[in-house]
């Protein structure tokens, strides 16, 4: 059974920094290509950040390049996103997806698991 669990949400200020973290069960981060999707009330989830099968294949949202950087550990099967320069509008549960296709899906459609999210409030 596939399980993949987001932790490092919370509220801060904004200008600082979180990682989040996606432990995954059920499956071999290295052979999965992952992604980071956040959803705020009232909007639909969006694509932030993807990794695929090579570490060094990666892909940003516009809105997160350059503060964004997602990265995997294989020794830990677990999935991260560093969030630097935090800003009011990047307030929202954040999500981590799972894909056993080779590739960098950028639509939650693409991917075939899911986390239970995790709330990150950046204030002003």
């Known amino acids: 059974q596939v399980q993949l669990v ?3 949400g919370g509220l801060v200020q904004a200008g600082v920094s ?8 059920g499956l071999t981060v290295s052979s999965y290509a992952m992604g980071w999707f956040r ?8 694509f932030v950040a993807a990794i695929g099968w090579r ?16 990265s995997r550990d294989n020794a830990k099967n677990t999935m991260y996103l560093q969030m630097n320069g ?11 997806a799972a894909n056993r296709q080779y590739g960098l ?3 939650p459609a693409w991917y ?4 239970q999210g995790t709330q990150v409030t950046v204030s002003s």
């Open 39 to 46: 959803q705020a009330p009232g909007k639909e989830r969006e």
């Open 86 to 96: 935090l800003k009011p509008e990047d307030t929202a549960v954040y999500y981590c």
């Open 105 to 107: 899906g950028t639509t």
């Open 6 to 8: 987001e932790s490092g």
């Open 55 to 70: 570490t060094v294949d990666t892909y940003y949202a516009d809105s997160v390049k350059g503060r964004f950087t997602i």
């Open 18 to 25: 979180l990682r989040l973290s996606c432990a995954a069960s």
């Open 112 to 115: 075939d698991y899911w986390g």
